[in-house]
């Protein structure tokens, strides 16, 4: 178990209550919380400023997302932790998630115990998504991905723009290439991805995952 005065914390929810329990919750624990917001902006300058330890966040707030602020964050080549910290846990957000590669996911119905494991494990450089959530979905999520870990930068590209329900030749006419060039492209995909499959599988499944892929 991490010692709780050598770690600093930024939360940030653009809801009051919400935000003054949390915050509540954690200096009644001991927690070191450097600073807290109401809206994006306010979050990544924060993070940005104070370099905390760990950023407990929001998905839907104004200005910024919740998302949004880890991937400008990152950008920037923060160390923090990102914990997202919401009442989604719908596919496309855990997509998302994933994709980002958030170290922990928490449920507002969570309780504070379930916080402080996920905090334990994503210090010791694990991640943690809440219990409440289907191991089995997450399993799904994670083989997804690993789907388009299998492709080369132009693949990727090509298949963004599918995702996007491009055709071959609006993607030929966008990168400036052939259209056979595009096909030969969506025929590398589906060999890596699957065994006799077809284009129009692949359309369908681009487009059905179509966070994932334009996130990734």
Not at 19 to 37: H, K, T
Not at 94 to 120: H, N, R, T, W
Not at 128 to 147: A, G, H, M, R
């Amino acid at each position: 178990m991490f010692n709780k005065k050598d770690i600093s914390i930024v939360i940030a929810d653009d809801h009051p209550m919400l935000l003054r329990g949390l915050l509540d919750e954690f200096e009644a624990n001991g927690y070191n919380v450097i600073g807290n917001s109401a809206n994006g902006t306010q979050a990544l300058e924060q993070i940005l400023n104070l370099q905390p330890t760990i950023a407990i966040l929001d998905i839907d707030m104004p200005l910024l997302s919740g998302f949004e602020i880890v991937k400008m964050a990152k950008e920037k080549y923060v160390k923090t932790k990102f914990i997202i910290f919401s009442y989604h846990r719908e596919a496309e957000f855990v997509i998302q998630a994933k994709s980002l590669q958030i170290d922990g996911y928490l449920l507002k119905e969570d309780p504070f115990i379930e916080i402080e494991k996920c905090m334990d494990a994503v210090l010791n450089d694990k991640v943690y998504f809440s219990s409440s959530f289907n191991s089995q979905n997450l399993n799904d999520v994670s083989n997804e991905i690993k789907k388009l870990n299998w492709l080369t930068p132009s693949e990727i590209t090509i298949l963004k723009l599918i995702a996007q329900e491009k055709t071959n030749t609006e993607i030929a006419d966008i990168l400036s290439i052939s259209v056979r060039t595009v096909e030969k492209h969506r025929s590398n995909i589906i060999s890596k991805i699957w065994n006799n499959k077809t284009s129009k599988t692949l359309s369908a499944w681009a487009i059905t995952h179509k966070n994932l892929i334009i996130n990734y």
